[in-house]
Every structure is written in structure tokens, then in C-alpha cells.
């Protein structure tokens, strides 16, 4: 008597063979029909064009570096920081132009011929696909200008302090030394 090995067992049964087939094609259907399917829009697409903050926000989270910062160069723990900005975030699309020239004569018949030329230049953005819809092609985005800072804090009338502070604040910022005002505050005085 010969023995079978499992395989030829399963594979023998017909019944089971045609079910194992039949599963192996629809699982490659469902494959195939996968990529058919719209994709949600992805996060690096979200963050391409809704990561849009507004001055305010943008203005908070600056000063909250700073405040970390100073606190971290000078020890305080009472450290006020106002920041104002000169513009709001700048976007450059990408753009594509078309120039038509057109030239027309006058007629011949009447004698008198005289070329009249016109250009017409068009403008438009590159749309593309973003999975969530159309959108145009951003090229840069420009974050804001710091117009300038203002800082109160315990150490900020110690004169070394506060030139060490307004230096790395200019280096922080590439703003002038001149945009940044450290003052100090009296020492009965905590904010709340």
C-alpha cells in the first residue's frame, strides 16, 4: 500500500482544488480593484496646503520659543514675549503663460494697407491632483517677517544679560539688534 503525501491529499480532492483556485483568482481581483479605489488624501498632501496658521498662532508659537529659550540662557521662570510681524506667510505658484500674436491687413480693395498687431498674454496656475481635489502647484511658501520682540523678564535690567539676550535673539530672528527691547522687571512684580 502506497502512502499519499498530505499535498496530493488536498490537491487530489477536487472539490477542495477548485476552491483554492478560486480563491487565489479573487484574491488578485481584489488586488487589482484596490488601486481602482479613490485614496483618501494622504497627511503630506494635508500638510502641502492646510497647514495655513494664522499670524496669531504663528506669533504664539514664536514666543513660546523664545520664552523657552531665554529661560533656558538666563534661568528665569517669569518671561513675557510679544512678538509683531511685518507680513503674513507669502505663497509662489507655479505658472504657466501663453503669448498669442495676432497680425491683420486691411483689405486690398480699398487701396490702403495697414498692419494692426496684437499680443495677448495669459496667465494661468498649474493645477494638479492632490487625491482631495484640485488644487494649484505650490512652489515655496515664505514664512512671515518678525518686524520685532519685546521681552520683560526677571534678568532683562542685568546690562550683560540683556545684550547676550538681544544677540541671540538677532541670530534667532535675522533681525537687527535694534528690533529687539529687554526689559527687566521689578523684582515684587510676578505675573499671574
Do not use: W
Amino acid at each position: 500500500m502506497t502512502e499519499q503525501k498530505p499535498l496530493t491529499k488536498i490537491f487530489g480532492n477536487e472539490k477542495l482544488r477548485r476552491v483554492l483556485i478560486f480563491a487565489g483568482i479573487l484574491g488578485i481581483a481584489l488586488i487589482f480593484l484596490s488601486d481602482l479605489l479613490p485614496k483618501s488624501s494622504t497627511k503630506s498632501d494635508k500638510k502641502l496646503y492646510d497647514d495655513d496658521i494664522s499670524n496669531t498662532e504663528y506669533c504664539s508659537a514664536l514666543e513660546s520659543k523664545i520664552k523657552k529659550l531665554i529661560a533656558e540662557s538666563t534661568g528665569d521662570k517669569n518671561i513675557e514675549v510679544v512678538v509683531t510681524l511685518e507680513n503674513s506667510v507669502e505663497y509662489t505658484y507655479a505658472t504657466e503663460r501663453n503669448n498669442t500674436t495676432n497680425s491683420r491687413k486691411n483689405d486690398k480693395l480699398s487701396g490702403t494697407v495697414e498692419n494692426e498687431t496684437s499680443d495677448k498674454l495669459e496667465e494661468s496656475y498649474i493645477i494638479i491632483n492632490t487625491g482631495s481635489g484640485e488644487q494649484p502647484l505650490l512652489l515655496s511658501r515664505q514664512e512671515p517677517t518678525v518686524r520685532g520682540v519685546a521681552v520683560v523678564c526677571d534678568s532683562g535690567a542685568n546690562a550683560a544679560v540683556s545684550e547676550t539676550v538681544k544677540q541671540q535673539l538677532a541670530v534667532l530672528l535675522d533681525i537687527s539688534e535694534s528690533r529687539i527691547s529687554i526689559a527687566g522687571r521689578p523684582h515684587n512684580q510676578t505675573v499671574k
